[in-house]
């Protein structure tokens, strides 16, 4: 089955930058989409990002686009996630999160249909 490690959390003072980043092992058929979920005391669990690793497809949740960039490294499969611009709502546990999909269709936003998710890494912007 597929296992993913996420890293690149820690903190950050308002209008800095975090790179996180999540390897998967497994098979690549059962993690065709690639989603970042964050999830925060009091909130809803969110889906800030995803990608299509075959088709390359994006989605972004409105609280983060223009500011979030998912990403992929083709050869490793490492899949990233660049937060800039960052704000204190920003601050929640990131999880990388994984499921099969179509090749050609964008992937799901709802946080509910990944099945398989890493073990988190915090994030924490501060002054």
């Known amino acids: 089955q597929v296992h993913l490690a996420e890293a690149g959390g820690g903190s950050s003072q308002p209008g800095g930058s975090l790179v996180l980043s999540c390897t998967s092992s497994g098979p690549t058929v059962d993690s065709t989409c690639m989603a970042w979920i964050r999830e925060a005391p009091g909130l809803e669990r969110e889906t800030v990002a995803s990608?299509?690793?075959?088709?390359?497809?994006?989605r972004y949740a409105e609280s983060v686009k223009g500011r979030f960039t998912i990403s992929q490294d083709s050869g490793s499969g490492t899949v990233y996630l660049r937060m800039n611009s960052l704000k204190p709502e920003d601050s929640a546990t990131y999880y990388c999160?994984?499921?099969?999909?179509?090749?050609?269709?964008?992937?799901?936003?709802?946080?509910?249909?990944?099945?398989?998710w890493g073990q988190g890494t915090r994030v924490t912007v501060s002054s």
């Open positions: 999160a994984a499921r099969p999909w179509t090749p050609s269709n964008r992937c799901p936003p709802q946080a509910s249909v990944y099945d398989y």
């Open positions: 990608i299509n690793r075959l088709g390359g497809g994006t």
